[in-house]
């Protein structure tokens, strides 16, 4: 489905959800009528999760119904893609993204930024795959990228002064994968950034 919109907050089973907006776009609160207000992209019956922004910025926040830190969540192995196709787009998380047990992939054209506190997690097989294509990665201390059995894949910039800035990422049972044209730093906690069986690093 195609959409022009400002907002959006969607509701779907087995089927899923697939739209592609033609600008910016917040996932957040919408209501129409008293009493009928919603929050999220969020399915049920391993429904899957697809936003497209073909110009302009992709921003996760956290809706009031319910208030509870995510902004996309597909239920069982249900799968998450979230992406600004803009060369300039960038992907903002106020809010997490989860999957039951599904593969998560995000892609930003520029930056992707991760708020405090903010979760991004699978189980089971699902893996993780996030892509800064021609800016910055930057999570904050507190953010928190999470899989299972699933690998933990993070690709940021394009130039030399492209940072990819990390908090916390764990992979219980798999590898985790830091590629960035630039340098790859912690986001200044004392903890480790990186718990895994295995850590590739390029940069």
């Avoid at 300039?88 to 993204?97: E, H, I, P």
């Avoid at 039951?100 to 708020?115: C, F, R």
């Avoid at 590898?175 to 940069?203: F, T, Y």
């Amino acid at each position: 489905m195609e959409l022009d919109v400002t907002t959006l907050s969607a509701r779907a089973g087995s089927g899923g959800v697939n739209v592609v907006e033609s600008n910016a776009l917040v996932i957040g609160d919408v209501s129409v009528l008293p009493g009928d207000l919603q929050s999220d992209v969020r399915t049920s019956a391993n429904g899957t999760i697809v936003v497209v922004v073909s110009a302009g910025d992709l921003e996760l926040t956290d809706g009031t119904a319910p208030a509870d830190a995510v902004a996309v969540s597909a239920d069982g192995s249900g799968l998450v893609r979230l992406e600004s196709v803009d060369a300039n787009g960038a992907v903002k998380m106020g809010a997490g993204v989860q999957s039951g047990s599904g593969d998560i992939t995000i892609l930003a054209g520029a930056d992707m930024e991760m708020a405090a506190g903010i979760v991004l997690e699978t189980a089971g097989n699902g893996s993780i795959d996030l892509e800064a294509r021609a800016g910055d990665f930057e999570m904050s201390a507190s953010a928190r990228i999470e899989s299972v059995n699933g690998d933990i894949r993070i690709v940021s910039g394009d130039a030399v002064g492209d940072r990819m800035v990390i908090g916390d990422i764990v992979a219980a049972n798999a590898n985790v994968s830091l590629e960035a044209s630039g340098s790859i730093v912690d986001a200044g906690d004392s903890d480790a950034e990186v718990s895994a069986v295995g850590l590739r690093m390029v940069a």
